[in-house]
């Protein structure tokens, strides 16, 4: 069987995609196996250059066919931040959080709309790249909810379903997450290959 690198350093986004990749027929394997990668800077302005840019650095160092993915969450009262700088805006997940809520703080509820947004690229050794897109929209909440998932999952809230991700269980949220969404996409084109 075919290797499957996911090029992730994040804990949070590699259960999720292991999951949703488990019925394919490749042997996925983390980034753990090449304790010798290189670090990648993410130097691109948009997820789909910061996808392309993992994928295919990591594809050409392992030599294996090689899945990156890169997200964030875009919040509209903050004109899109903290966006492609998501896992930048502060130290760690809870500082992050309280960050976002300090600073949407005199927001109104029906101004708190927000999006996660995902690309995955998938890279071949010579450097052929697919790319697919996935987003979910959401409110930012007021306070943190849920002990799930990883990230801004506690404070991403989704009308429809009356629950923060961070609430829902692997499976439910893989099913309607950006993520989830853009890893289905990739899962068609690989399989139509
Ligand atoms: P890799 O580059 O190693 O994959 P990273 O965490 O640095 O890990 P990104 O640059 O793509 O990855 O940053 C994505 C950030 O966006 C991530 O750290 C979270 O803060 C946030 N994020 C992305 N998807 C999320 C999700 O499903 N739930 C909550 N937060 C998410």
Known sequence: MRKLVVATKNLGKAREIAEMMADMPFEIVSLADYPDA????????????????????????????????????EVDA??????????????????????????????????RTARFRCVVAVAEPDGDT??????????????????????????????????HFAELTPAQKNALSHRGRALEKAKAMLAAR
């Open 78 to 111: 903050l004109g899109g931040a903290p966006g492609v700088l998501s896992s930048r805006f502060a130290p760690t997940d809870s500082e992050r959080n309280q960050r976002l809520l300090d600073l949407l703080h005199d927001v109104a509820n029906d101004k």
């Open 38 to 73: 290189p670090e990648v800077q993410e130097s691109g302005a948009t997820f789909t250059e910061n996808a392309i840019i993992k994928a295919t650095a990591y594809a050409r160092f392992t030599g294996e066919l090689v899945l990156a993915d890169d997200s964030g969450l």
């Open 130 to 163: 697919l790319t697919c897109e996935g987003s979910v929209e959401g409110l930012i909440s007021r306070e943190p909810k849920g002990e799930n998932g990883f990230g801004y999952d506690p404070v991403f809230y989704v009308p429809e379903l009356d629950k």
